[in-house]
């Protein structure tokens, strides 16, 4: 079983989405952990810590100071056993006082006494998440190694809709058999992804771009990195939080990204091109504001390098990926690029199918291969979709 003999101490804090973890302990139970609970005080005001009890099948360590018969300290005997620490739902404070060594209470002094990894699921209303202290902390949790299983978007428990939803269940304990997976066939693989949009700019202040989320490319960079490669991110624009794990390299212009893809693809074994790069620039920039004078306004507009065709032109033995983001014929444009880019496979989808394309959490996909296959997989999240094209990449390289 996925997690025979492994001790899995899962922290409990007073988040609105408190219930969810009581799934994940039973899921983890399931699966062979030994689990063991460690609440806040304020998580008990939320949920009876009997339910934690019941279903992790054992004691609930909620005081510090209660040692029982023991005379090793509750949080030092759990840390020294914990192969992992999880904790879900994580509030905004618990992440502050491990961003910053506080240790007051059982579970914020069991996280600094841990030697095992950390994954963290934070939940809370969008305006905490994006509080710059809050974005603060999350980002030296993440330096010092901490694992984040990023929020999803959506409607939240305070009436807001946004980012802040805890991420489901199944997807925090994928995350999970991630950390304990043996699984690095990837290791030692240079994988080159891009993401995002990226702008052409008409004057200073205004721009043409597309609604590419990076999702897509975020979810690959990820999922790559899980596996043991080691993953460059060339990163258009986005909204979204970068994975764990991967070198980010940041960029506004189709040109731009052009430059970062061609200069690292030598050194690159498979490159996976889900960017949304802006196919045409104005052909004159105007360096000042421009004035809203007559009534039309005509932009010439000149292509951009085209980075897959470019990587199709040059490529020795790197295998290269791209994706088709169509609104009619998809399939068949999809195989077109296949051929014209000299790509091994493309990834076709729909931008106008319903939980398809940019802003989505999910997407429906094609993939095509040079042989003329074609599978096509049902609606999935991105991180499914992601690693389903891993797996079939796997296949190709082995
Ligand atoms: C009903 C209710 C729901 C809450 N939900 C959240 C939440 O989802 N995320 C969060 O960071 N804080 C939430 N809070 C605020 C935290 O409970 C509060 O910051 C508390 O100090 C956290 O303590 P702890 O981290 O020790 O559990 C909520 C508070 C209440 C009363």
């Not at 001790?7 to 952990?33: E, M, R």
């Not at 690159?268 to 504001?289: F, G, L, Q, W």
């Not at 003329?372 to 079939?392: F, G, H, M, W």
Request: glycine content about 6%; charged content about 20%; overall charge negative.
């Amino acid at each position: 079983m996925e997690f025979k003999e492994k001790t899995i101490l899962l922290g409990v804090t007073g988040g609105i989405a408190i219930h969810k973890s009581l799934d994940y302990a039973s899921q983890l139970v399931k699966l062979g952990a030994s689990v063991h609970v460690v609440m806040s005080q304020n998580a008990t005001r939320l949920i009876n810590p009997l339910q934690f009890q019941v279903l992790s099948r054992n004691p609930v360590l909620l005081d510090l100071f209660d040692t029982g018969d023991h005379w090793k300290p509750p949080h030092i005997d759990l840390a020294d056993r914990a192969d992992l620490l999880s904790i879900v739902p994580a509030t905004a404070n618990i992440i502050g006082k491990m961003a910053n060594g506080i240790a007051d209470d059982a579970l914020s002094t069991v996280a600094i006494s841990v030697h095992c990894p950390i994954l963290i699921a934070p939940a809370m209303n969008g305006h905490m998440l994006h509080n710059p202290s809050v974005q603060k902390n999350i980002n030296t949790l993440r330096k010092n190694g901490i694992r984040f299983v990023n929020p999803d978007s959506g409607d939240l428990a305070c009436g807001y809709q946004g980012e802040g939803r805890l991420s489901s269940v199944d997807v925090i304990l994928d995350y999970t058999k991630d950390i304990f997976s043996q699984n690095k066939e990837l290791q030692g693989k240079n994988v080159l992804v891009t993401a995002g949009a990226t702008r052409e700019y008409i004057d200073p202040v205004r721009f043409i771009t597309n609604g590419s989320s990076g999702k897509m490319g975020y979810a690959i960079a990820e999922e790559a990195a899980a596996r043991g490669a080691n993953v460059y991110l060339v990163s258009g624009h986005t909204t979204i939080t970068p994975p764990n794990n991967v070198k980010i390299i940041n960029v506004d212009t189709t040109q731009e990204m052009h430059d970062s893809v061609v200069s690292l693809f030598t050194n690159t074994d498979i490159a996976i091109m889900s960017a949304a790069p802006v196919d045409y620039r104005p052909k004159e920039y105007t360096p000042h504001k421009l004035k809203k004078t007559n009534d039309t306004l005509t932009l010439d507009l000149q292509k951009t390098p085209d980075t897959a065709y470019t990587l199709g032109k040059t490529k020795t033995n790197q295998l290269t990926v791209c994706f088709a983001a169509e609104t009619e014929n998809v399939l068949e444009n999809a195989k077109e690029k296949l051929i014209r880019k000299n790509c091994d496979l493309i990834i076709a989808n729909d931008l106008l199918a319903e939980g398809a394309g940019f802003e989505t959490d999910t997407n429906i996909v094609s993939i095509l291969d040079r042989a003329d296959k074609c599978e096509q997989l049902p609606l999935l999240s991105k991180r499914e979709v992601a690693n389903v094209i891993l797996d079939r990449i796997m296949k190709m390289i082995i």
